[in-house]
């Protein structure tokens, strides 16, 4: 009946009288290049405009409030409220494969009564 006698296991007790030198963490941030990557110019969206509401593509891997911050900051407005809408993941296929997955995000930000973003580009 040697199959079902324990065994003691050695190498599990060298491993824990080993210290593993202490390794100091290191806080990694992100930072994008660019988080406002355009204003998205539709029919749509201004229409909405003259509800004070805008429309902005954003990089995708940044929070609402972080681009309701950048928005304030880059146009000099202030913020009331901003919404995020994460749009359908887009699979292309080049030459019967898959060649990659892009998603876009947009935020549409409600800005304060009187003040107003130029979207056409014109000074």
Do not use: C, W
């Amino acid at each position: 009946m040697a199959l079902f006698t324990k065994k003691t296991d050695t190498k599990k007790a060298d491993t824990e009288t080993k210290k593993v030198p202490a390794v100091q963490k290191t806080i990694h941030t992100k930072q994008f290049v660019s988080v406002l990557l355009r204003p998205r110019v539709t029919e749509k969206s201004f229409r909405i405009a003259k509800q004070n509401q805008y429309v902005f593509d954003v990089n995708k891997n940044i929070s609402k409030q972080e681009a309701a911050k950048q928005i304030a900051k880059q146009y000099g407005v202030t913020v009331i409220r901003s919404q995020a809408v994460r749009g359908e993941e887009i699979k292309p296929h080049y030459r019967g494969k898959l060649a990659g997955k892009t998603q876009n995000k947009k935020v549409i930000v409600t800005i304060a009564k009187g003040q107003h973003i130029d979207m056409t580009g014109k000074a």
